[in-house]
């Protein structure tokens, strides 16, 4: 097999979640990507290895008719058990995870289907040696 001839790809079996977060360059509050990766792991059942969070700070954004410090934009695996409601309830918790750090969020998660999703990650530095 595939995995069996190059083994680095064994790691791409778990589906991963992304998390982009955007912020606006001139916001002066912290956003503590590590402490919110523990919580969005906890909040979706997934691990810190397989769970990314990537921040960009933009200069600016076109205004909405409501306030937020950062749009956090989530693609995950769509699993049977992520029905609307369960994923709506995911999305609050959340807000709530970022709320605990003083920050307004405003959250879209964005499910996709395994089979369409590719992965190819860098090699594993061990193997190459």
């Known amino acids: 097999s595939l995995t069996q001839s190059q083994p680095h790809l064994r790691r791409t079996k778990g589906k991963m979640p992304l ?3 955007f912020a606006r360059s001139k916001l002066s509050k912290p956003i503590p990507l590590s402490a919110l990766q523990s919580k969005l792991c906890d909040i979706w059942g997934t691990k810190p290895n397989t769970t990314k969070l990537m921040l960009t ?4 954004w076109t205004e909405d008719s409501y306030y937020e410090d950062c749009y956090v934009d ?3 695996y769509g699993k049977a058990e ?3 409601e369960v994923v709506l309830d995911g999305m609050k ?3 709530g995870a970022f ?3 003083d920050l307004v969020a405003n959250v879209r998660l964005e499910t ?3 089979e369409r999703y590719f992965h190819v990650p860098p090699p594993d530095q061990s193997e190459e040696k």
């Not at 700070?57 to 600016?60: E, K």
């Open 19 to 21: 998390v982009k977060i």
């Open 57 to 60: 700070r933009v200069d600016d």
């Open 74 to 76: 989530i693609r995950a």
């Open 82 to 84: 992520r029905t609307r």
């Open 93 to 95: 918790r959340v807000q």
């Open 99 to 101: 709320k605990e750090h």
């Open 112 to 114: 996709y289907e395994g």
